[in-house]
Structure formats: structure tokens, C-alpha cells
């Protein structure tokens, strides 16, 4: 059986962790990449700079669900917090990789997302981020995606968890970059392997350019395979 390692890095599966919400959900789709992939999955957790930064304030205080007293907060509590998350975060990693039996690996970094995974990210790695967006909206998660490296194998947004076997269906954005055409054959590897419907979401700055990126993507997949295009333009 695979178990932590540090052989030398070839393809990677990065997965980004910020909390351990949502952390069963990415792990499972990391595994199910490794499956298709036969890559390492390389876990990181960033403990977010701005986090710390809010805990200096003096007016900082945190509520939880089961007990609505505020409670104040230090860099110091910040820290113990993101080490218990941490843990969660390697535990559910170890456990997935190991059923999976997949090499992986796991590391805690201090900064901001976006730019530790930016740096993270070599050449043709994939990256798995949360679908979760912590009250931000899309618009985080769209951040996200733009600062992605061009030379990404592609990108797995793992949706936010539902119990039972998800019926949804892997959604592919092409903007007719190489990291677009590389993301849709992903995706289509992906929907095959789970039996799931495979939708394309094609971005374009006119008609044209959308016709050429959706035949090139029709290109790409298996002809057992029916894809439901969306536009936007």
C-alpha cells in the first residue's frame, strides 16, 4: 500500500485547504483525479494572512453556533485553530490517499490562497480547489480560477458535499486556451469514469470564436459521450 512519501516531484495533484469543511469533498475528488491520472496528490493548507491580520484588532470576537457568547480572539488562538484544522485536513487526506492507494503528501504554508497556490502549481500539476466560498460568493472562487498558471494540467472545483452518490454533472470552462482544451479532456475522463453528465462552458468574445472552442472541445471527447454546451459571450 502507498503511504506518505517525497519521491521526486513528477505530475501532482495540489489540493488547496483553508478549512476542513469542506475537506472530505476535495480529498474525494483528488482521489478520484489520482485515479484517472496516476499522479501523487500533494495537500496544502494555507493559513490565510488576513486572518491573522483581523485577530489583531481589539474589537475581534468569534460566535460559534452552540454558544452565542463572543468570544475574543488572538493571533495565538488564530494559530491553534488553524493547527487543529490542519490535522483535520492531513487526517482525512492520509485516510483517502490510503484507501485510494495513491502516493501523497502534506504541507502548511502561511500567506494568502491564491498566491501560495499560484506558486505551488508547476507545469502540468492539477489543481483541486473547494467549492466553498466562505460567504464571498463566486466572486472568490472566480479570483481563484484567474490566477491559475497557464501550464496547469487543468482544474477540479469539488462541489460543496450532498449526501448519497451525486448525479451532478462535471462542468468544463474553456476560454480556448491550451489550459482550457487540456481541462476539457480532464473533465471528460472525469464524467466517464463516475457515469456522470458532462456540460462544456464555453467563453468567447463572439459567435466565431465559440463555434471554434466547441469543436475543438467535441474533438476531445469520447463519441460515446454526449456534452451540453453553454455560452457566454
Known amino acids: ?16 485547504f483553508r478549512s476542513g469543511a469542506n475537506a472530505e469533498r476535495a480529498v474525494a475528488a483528488a482521489a478520484v483525479l489520482a485515479g484517472v491520472t496516476e499522479a501523487k496528490i ?3 493548507f494555507v493559513q490565510e494572512e488576513s486572518m491573522f491580520d483581523l485577530a489583531e484588532f481589539p474589537f475581534a470576537r468569534v460566535l460559534n453556533f452552540d ?3 463572543p468570544r475574543e480572539i488572538s493571533r495565538q488562538s488564530m494559530q491553534e485553530a488553524f493547527a487543529r484544522t490542519a490535522t483535520v485536513c492531513k487526517r482525512v487526506l492520509s485516510k483517502r490517499a490510503g484507501k485510494a492507494q495513491v502516493n501523497w503528501s502534506f504541507s502548511t504554508k502561511q500567506g494568502d490562497l491564491n498566491a501560495v497556490v499560484e506558486a505551488m502549481a508547476g507545469t502540468g500539476d492539477y489543481l483541486v480547489l473547494s467549492g466553498e466560498t466562505h460567504g464571498m460568493g463566486t466572486h472568490s472562487l472566480i479570483r481563484t480560477l484567474r490566477m491559475v498558471p497557464a501550464g496547469v494540467g487543468g482544474v477540479v472545483v469539488a462541489a460543496l458535499h450532498r449526501e448519497g452518490r451525486s448525479t451532478s454533472p462535471v462542468v468544463a470552462i474553456d476560454d480556448g486556451d491550451d489550459a ?10 472525469l464524467a466517464a ?4 453528465p458532462l456540460h462544456l462552458i464555453v ?3 463572439s459567435d466565431a470564436d465559440a463555434d471554434h472552442i466547441q469543436a475543438r472541445a467535441a474533438s476531445l471527447v469520447s463519441g460515446k459521450q454526449t456534452m451540453t454546451t453553454h455560452r457566454h459571450l
Open 180 to 189: 482550457g482544451a487540456r481541462t476539457v479532456a480532464l473533465a471528460a475522463r
Open 203 to 205: 467563453i468567447a468574445a
Open 1 to 16: 500500500m502507498n503511504k506518505e512519501g517525497h519521491e521526486p516531484d513528477g505530475r501532482r495533484i495540489v489540493v488547496g
Open 193 to 196: 469514469l463516475e457515469g456522470r
Open 42 to 44: 500533494v495537500g496544502l
Open 67 to 69: 454558544n452565542p457568547v
